[in-house]
């Protein structure tokens, strides 16, 4: 329906073309929260070690079952605009700290579930902004206020923290031996930069085989190349590898216009074609003469290179990816070379063994053994194809969190204790604020208990019971005491081993009061139509 309002001269003024619609005031506020609240609700009994998982199903059928907030919210095909931005919340979320995306969720549908109530008590959402806005910087002060300095290569530590990210997973059970080689593999690629490590975790390259068992996962001091070697006369392994990478291929280039031989006789067809051979000989005779025994190459390897690079025991891999060039570099030292005849000793890479080997199916290279690698592989191994790809999602967020607390060495307990700890802190801290103000403030400190209630709740705890304890507890100054969810207890989650970085604690109250904060400023919602073009 076309939308009119009234002019002052009674004239109706049409501002939507037909089809065009609006949700004007409560009406907005109402519709975009109960949307936000819905989505909230999808990942909430997913929260915590004892939370449950979901089986998300495509268009095509198939099937991901995960436990992780930002792979369900991704999946789901979410249509509300409101509810869209909780799923971005999670995606940034998981960019930015990796863990926490569904704590995030939880925490920002609470803060919009609180502000209804004050919405329908007359306080305006600006107000419910502001003391948002205000309640989330002072929040995290107190986050900090709690937060134990480590160093950061504390392996110990390290562990811990790999090991609370993955205690909510399927891979449970195998964190111990995850966690070791996530550590491992985070520490190997850690630059220091005078004071601080910098982690690019791209510098660790995740190769996935379903087959074998969580356990046979393990890290390889280099990089695994999902390639077979090229030609079957070359040796299947070598032993102290001398490692030349190129990025130009071993192939004589086709010419960039079109070019037409005339050739009369068979003679002229033989010199064009040893011609051929001849440079395609002096191409491989610079890469023996750089002293390589194995050449990764980025491009084409012509047959008859095969050939020469075979007969010299040469191991060859070709159609490389760039980046993984690049981190074989960053693994084995060497340097990429463009040009062949810039290919020298020097430039050479090394590795302890370069081998060919049978992972189920399929052949591929292992590049492994390297001294000081600046990148290496984590190779994950799991009963099928989708518990490896649980596997990789919780090991991807595992080594974020890793990476989090390695870049900023600050933890936090788990088990609800610092959110329980801020929401209480908050409560006598918002009595300093004026007017209704004060009223948001109150409910961001409810909100922040959303996560120890939750945690319990879907422990089969009884969530009330679990929080008045909890909360007694606090007073009392224990600020480490939390909810042990596997043995259905308070406790002291130091004691316990669940420990999480401040930033991701950080980054969830920053990234759902952002969110709620957005969508509670929304008065109307107005469908607009896609220009052409
Ligand atoms: P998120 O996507 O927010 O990380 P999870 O489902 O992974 O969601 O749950 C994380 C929450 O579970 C954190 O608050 C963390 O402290 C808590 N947690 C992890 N392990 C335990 C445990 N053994 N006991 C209690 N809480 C735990």
Redesign the pocket.
């Given at each position: 329906m076309a939308m009119q309002a009234t002019s002052k001269g009674n004239m109706p003024v049409v501002l939507l073309k037909e089809g065009g619609s609006e949700t004007k005031g409560r009406d907005a506020q109402k519709n975009n929260i109960a949307a936000s609240k819905i989505v909230a609700e999808i990942v909430h009994t997913?929260?915590?070690?004892r939370?449950m998982d979901k089986m998300l199903v495509d268009s095509l059928g198939d099937v991901t079952i995960t436990?992780?907030?930002a792979t369900i919210l991704k999946e789901i095909d979410v249509q509300h605009p409101a509810a869209k931005m909780l799923v971005e919340i999670s995606k940034t979320t998981d960019n930015e700290v990796g863990?926490?995306?569904?704590?995030a969720v939880v925490l920002a549908g609470a803060l919009l579930e609180n502000a209804e109530s004050l919405i329908d008590q007359d306080v305006h959402p600006t107000i419910i902004v502001d003391g948002y806005r205000k309640a989330g910087r002072k929040a995290k002060q107190f986050l900090e206020s709690i937060s134990d300095k480590i160093s950061p290569n504390d392996k110990n530590i390290l562990n811990k923290i790999a090991k609370?990210s993955m205690?909510?997973k399927l891979v449970r059970k195998d964190s111990d031996q995850l966690a070791d080689i996530i550590v491992k593999s985070v520490l190997a690629v850690a630059e220091k930069d005078s004071e601080s490590y910098d982690v690019d975790i791209d510098d660790i390259k995740v190769e996935k085989k379903a087959g074998g068992s969580i356990k046979d996962s393990m890290i390889v001091q280099g990089i695994v190349l999902d390639k077979e070697i090229v030609h079957g006369g070359m040796p299947r392994k070598i032993n102290e590898a001398k490692i030349a990478l190129i990025n130009t291929a071993l192939e004589i280039s086709k010419t960039e216009t079109d070019a037409k031989i005339n050739i009369s006789n068979p003679q002229q067809l033989k010199s064009f074609l040893d011609e051929e051979n001849r440079m395609l000989k002096t191409m491989v005779d610079k890469v023996i003469g750089s002293g390589a025994n194995v050449v990764l190459c980025q491009k084409g390897i012509d047959d008859m290179a095969q050939h020469y690079l075979a007969k010299a025991g040469i191991i060859a891999v070709r159609r490389i990816k760039e980046s993984d060039l690049t981190k074989l570099a960053k693994a084995t030292g060497a340097r990429i070379v463009t040009n062949l005849d810039d290919l020298f000793e020097k430039d050479l890479g090394s590795a302890d063994l370069v081998e060919e080997r049978k992972i189920e199916e399929d052949k591929w290279v292992f590049v492994e053994g390297c001294k000081h690698p600046k990148s290496v592989t984590l190779l994950l191994r799991g009963g099928s194809q989708r518990v490896v790809d649980e596997v990789e999602r919780s090991v991807h967020d595992a080594l974020m969190v890793v990476k989090d607390v390695i870049e900023k060495p600050e933890i936090v307990a788990?088990?609800?204790a610092p959110e329980t700890y801020a929401a209480t802190k908050l409560r006598n801290w918002a009595k300093s604020l004026e007017g209704r103000e004060q009223l948001a403030a109150e409910k961001f400190a409810d909100a922040l208990e959303a996560?120890p209630l939750t945690?319990s709740e879907n422990a089969g705890m009884d969530p009330i019971d679990t929080l008045t304890l909890l909360r007694s507890k606090q007073q009392k100054g224990e600020k480490w005491t939390?909810?042990?969810?596997?043995k259905g207890k308070i406790a002291n989650m130091k004691s316990s081993d669940?420990i999480?970085p401040l930033a991701v604690k950080l980054q969830i109250v920053s990234a759902s009061a952002e969110a709620a904060c957005m969508i509670l400023r929304i008065d109307d919602v107005i469908a607009t139509q896609k220009s052409a073009g």
């Open positions: 997913s929260l915590g070690p939370g436990n992780d907030g863990d926490g995306t569904t704590s609370t205690q909510t788990g088990g609800g996560i945690l939390g909810i042990d969810v596997m669940i999480e």
